[in-house]
């Protein structure tokens, strides 16, 4: 292997964030795309029709309702990194997406609302890493709004969740007192400053006990803090890489990605404690990332990014050696050699021609119709076949009928296209967007809710 190989295999960092709906998740995206440059404004998710909306919501639905409806790939460089974030729906309706994009990722970013715990759907989606045994990584978000105890909260993700925490920094009141937090390990306290034109961040030292913190963060709260560092540092986990990296030991982070405080320590210490892509099984053997042999796996088709052109794309995560453009590889489920045609990488809708990726990158490639989620491409000698993907049983479902039998074929094509890529539950305020992933069908189908469910008439 080269050395040039080996380093960009090294700086890549491949993580998803996941959450309940409401949490931040997508907000606390948008601050990492802003730090590593790759947008120059930060969107909201509920914007005003001429506010700038999150770039990670690119569908019109997304965009009208505030809520992540697909999994969105962002790819941006950071302090020496290149980092790929997939951002995934925290709606239950939208789970089987999450699911399967969780298995492209190395690590995972669980973003909690401080002021309602764990939730329903976070308890969901963690179970998923932990069957992947990847690292989890702690953000309790809206602390400069009233939030539970940071204790009870902590409390929650070991007994609810089912793993250790161990809290890096520590908050010093929440809401209208928030005050900033603490770093247990510099030994400083990052202060929040509320302002009429935004808000600010100052870091200073903090010896505790010192009465020059009386004045930074009144007294009430500076012997607050001293009572509950102190209980901190005889009770909780200790920090242990080791333990962070297996999936056992959570590392607690809190801040307000709104107001944008928090979320950088957050990236930097992130950075530091995650690996570089992680090895994958094939038939029960080991492939090594930093291997030459070229290997990937798809774990998302996407119709309909383009609405000038009714165009599929298969998502793929590298997991071994470098692609080049115009590469041929093994298709293992079709049984054929391939080309990859017009390689992409992805900032949520928009995409870019790419000439080379490497182990850890996710890459879009034109579908004609020959890739399911699941399969395995690879190049070199040893034949490559990753695990499948975890099948997860429908909430909810729909009587489809073909109405029209001189449609049979347009009907066909339709119904094949659900079941490559189901993602969206039966539900009439999304039945607009499950019509959009019907692409095979769209112009001559309608829809009609009846007593046994939704019904599509062929026309």
Not at 402 to 430: C, E, N, P
């Given at each position: 292997?080269?050395?040039s190989?080996?380093?960009?295999?090294?700086?890549?960092?491949?993580?998803?964030?996941?959450?309940?709906?409401?949490?931040?998740?997508?907000?606390?995206t948008?601050?990492?795309?802003?730090?590593?440059?790759?947008?120059?404004l930060?969107?909201?998710?509920?914007?005003?029709?001429?506010?700038?909306?999150?770039?990670?919501?690119?569908?019109?639905?997304?965009?009208?309702?505030?809520?992540?409806?697909?999994?969105?790939v962002?790819?941006?460089?950071?302090?020496?990194?290149?980092?790929?974030?997939?951002?995934?729906?925290?709606?239950?309706?939208?789970?089987e997406?999450?699911?399967?994009?969780?298995?492209?990722?190395?690590?995972?970013?669980?973003?909690?609302?401080?002021?309602?715990g764990?939730?329903?759907q976070?308890?969901?989606?963690?179970?998923?890493?932990?069957?992947?045994?990847i690292?989890?990584f702690?953000?309790?978000?809206?602390?400069?709004?009233?939030?539970?105890?940071?204790?009870?909260l902590?409390?929650?993700?070991?007994?609810?969740?089912?793993?250790?925490?161990?809290?890096?920094?520590?908050?010093?009141?929440?809401?209208?007192?928030f005050?900033?937090?603490?770093d247990?390990n510099?030994?400083?306290?990052?202060?929040?400053?509320?302002?009429?034109?935004?808000?600010?961040?100052?870091?200073?030292?903090?010896?505790?006990?010192?009465?020059?913190?009386?004045?930074?963060?009144?007294?009430?709260?500076?012997?607050?803090?001293?009572?509950?560092?102190?209980?901190?540092?005889?009770?909780?986990?200790?920090?242990?890489?080791?333990?962070?990296?297996?999936?056992?030991?959570s590392?607690?982070?809190?801040?307000?990605?709104?107001?944008?405080?928090g979320?950088?320590?957050?990236?930097?210490?992130?950075?530091?404690?995650?690996?570089?892509?992680?090895?994958?099984?094939?038939?029960?053997?080991?492939?090594?990332?930093?291997?030459?042999?070229?290997?990937a796996?798809?774990?998302?088709?996407?119709?309909?990014?383009?609405?000038?052109?009714?165009?599929?794309?298969a998502?793929?995560?590298?997991?071994?050696?470098?692609?080049?453009?115009?590469?041929?590889?093994?298709?293992?489920?079709?049984g054929?050699?391939?080309?990859?045609?017009?390689?992409?990488?992805?900032?949520?809708q928009?995409?870019?021609?790419v000439?080379e990726?490497?182990?850890?990158?996710?890459?879009?490639?034109?579908?004609?119709?020959?890739?399911?989620?699941?399969?395995?491409?690879?190049?070199?000698?040893?034949?490559?076949?990753?695990?499948g993907?975890?099948?997860?049983?429908?909430?909810?479902f729909?009587?489809?009928?073909?109405?029209?039998?001189?449609?049979?074929?347009?009907?066909?094509?339709?119904?094949?296209?659900?079941?490559?890529?189901?993602?969206?539950?039966?539900?009439k305020?999304?039945i607009?967007?499950?019509?959009?992933?019907?692409?095979?069908?769209?112009?001559?189908?309608?829809?009609?809710?009846?007593?046994?469910?939704?019904?599509?008439?062929?026309?």
């Amino acid at each position: 292997m080269s050395d040039s190989l080996k380093q960009e295999i090294e700086k890549r960092r491949t993580f998803a964030i996941i959450s309940h709906p409401d949490a931040g998740k997508t907000t606390l995206t948008e601050k990492f795309l802003l730090y590593g440059g790759a947008i120059n404004l930060a969107g909201s998710v509920k914007g005003r029709k001429a506010a700038k909306h999150a770039v990670s919501d690119w569908m019109e639905i997304e965009k009208e309702r505030g809520i992540s409806v697909t999994s969105s790939v962002l790819q941006f460089n950071y302090d020496g990194f290149c980092i790929n974030i997939l951002d995934t729906p925290g709606h239950q309706d939208f789970s089987e997406d999450t699911y399967r994009t969780l298995m492209a990722a190395d690590s995972a970013v669980m973003v909690i609302d401080g002021s309602k715990g764990v939730e329903a759907q976070t308890i969901k989606l963690f179970k998923v890493c932990v069957m992947r045994g990847i690292p989890i990584f702690t953000f309790i978000n809206k602390m400069d709004r009233e939030a539970m105890d940071p204790f009870e909260l902590m409390d929650q993700i070991e007994n609810v969740l089912g793993i250790r925490t161990c809290p890096v920094n520590w908050p010093i009141g929440s809401g209208k007192n928030f005050k900033g937090v603490y770093d247990r390990n510099t030994k400083t306290i990052s202060r929040f400053l509320a302002g009429d034109n935004g808000h600010k961040v100052e870091t200073v030292e903090a010896s505790l006990g010192d009465a020059g913190l009386d004045e930074l963060i009144t007294k009430e709260y500076h012997d607050i803090l001293v009572d509950e560092i102190e209980l901190l540092d005889g009770a909780s986990d200790e920090f242990d890489l080791e333990k962070v990296r297996a999936g056992k030991l959570s590392p607690v982070f809190f801040g307000s990605a709104l107001t944008n405080f928090g979320v950088e320590t957050f990236l930097k210490h992130f950075l530091d404690m995650t690996t570089s892509p992680l090895p994958r099984t094939s038939d029960g053997e080991i492939v090594d990332p930093f291997s030459d042999e070229f290997s990937a796996f798809v774990f998302k088709i996407q119709a309909n990014m383009n609405k000038a052109h009714r165009d599929r794309i298969a998502f793929m995560r590298i997991c071994s050696g470098k692609f080049e453009a115009g590469m041929e590889v093994m298709h293992v489920q079709g049984g054929k050699k391939i080309r990859l045609a017009q390689p992409q990488q992805m900032m949520a809708q928009e995409r870019k021609h790419v000439e080379e990726a490497y182990a850890g990158d996710i890459i879009g490639v034109f579908d004609p119709g020959i890739f399911s989620i699941g399969d395995t491409l690879y190049k070199g000698k040893n034949q490559v076949k990753f695990e499948g993907i975890p099948t997860f049983a429908p909430e909810h479902f729909a009587r489809v009928r073909q109405v029209d039998t001189m449609k049979r074929k347009q009907f066909m094509k339709g119904i094949t296209q659900i079941a490559q890529r189901v993602q969206f539950r039966f539900s009439k305020s999304l039945i607009q967007v499950w019509k959009k992933s019907l692409w095979a069908l769209w112009g001559f189908c309608s829809l009609k809710y009846c007593s046994t469910g939704w019904r599509v008439n062929i026309m």
